[in-house]
T-cell receptor
Framework: GESVGLHLPTLSVQEGDNSIINCAYSNSASDYFIWYKQESGKGPQFIIDIRSNMDKRQGQRVTVLLNKTVKHLSLQIAATQPGDSAVYFCAEISGNTPLVFGKGTRLSVIA | EAQVTQNPRYLITVTGKKLTVTCSQNMNHEYMSWYRQDPGLGLRQIYYSMNVEVTDKGDVPEGYKVSRKEKRNFPLILESPSPNQTSLYFC????????????????FGPGTRLLVL
């Protein structure tokens, strides 16, 4: 089946800078996308989601951008903090199917 | 406190010895699911349950069984574990399935690390 992937496996940013985590998806029928954060030793935690009829959605310090033309999803974290250090996963859903997760990007925040 | 609990958190076993990993949630969620997480592969769904007595296969169900006799519990059963089932397992629950927006109410358990020798 088609899979969700990530451009960069690791990302290091200075504290206070903005972070951008990218995700490419290959299933053009996917209509719902989610970003998760997984801290060391814990389960994934929902961050933000976006439907395919939108191209941008904002939360608290986070923004998700969806470009359906190139099948690309990104998560922007403003003013990155040490507590943002984690692995970030994108996931996609097509219709009434279970989530398909990407492999993850590790974000390291340098104080 | 709203939570999903899993037991055990760590388990070392041998090939062929039946084991059960328990999962329990206290939020009256209807949708529950099991995932395994492997390096380089991300999370993959094993089984899911829409409600009591309703279970369905995910992407990687081979070698696993589940049951949903009560709403709060969703045990994962390995009848005859093999080394390729060595993994980190997560249980999750939500009011609705992901495709109906359930991810916003979704809770994951802390994980069970299983080693099959």
């Amino acid at each position: 089946g088609e899979s969700v992937g990530l451009h960069l496996p690791t990302l290091s940013v200075q504290e206070g800078d903005n972070s951008i985590i990218n995700c490419a998806y290959s299933n053009s029928a996917s209509d719902y996308f989610i970003w998760y954060k997984q801290e060391s030793g814990k389960g994934p935690q929902f961050i933000i989601d976006i439907r395919s009829n939108m191209d941008k959605r904002q939360g608290q310090r986070v923004t998700v951008l969806l470009n359906k033309t190139v099948k690309h999803l990104s998560l922007q974290i403003a003013a990155t903090q040490p507590g943002d250090s984690a692995v970030y996963f994108c996931a996609e859903i097509s219709g009434n199917t279970p989530l398909v997760f990407g492999k993850g990007t590790r974000l390291s925040v340098i104080a | 406190e709203a939570q999903v609990t899993q037991n055990p958190r760590y388990l070392i076993t041998v090939t062929g010895k039946k084991l059960t990993v328990t999962c329990s949630q206290n939020m009256n969620h209807e949708y529950m699911s099991w995932y395994r997480q492997d390096p380089g592969l991300g999370l993959r769904q094993i089984y899911y349950s829409m409600n009591v007595e309703v279970t369905d296969k995910g992407d990687v169900p081979e070698g696993y069984k589940v049951s949903r006799k009560e709403k709060r519990n969703f045990p994962l059963i390995l009848e005859s574990p093999s080394p390729n089932q060595t993994s980190l397992y997560f249980c999750a629950s939500s009011f609705d399935p992901p495709w109906l927006g359930g991810t916003e109410t979704q809770y994951f358990g802390p994980g069970t690390r299983l080693l099959v020798l």
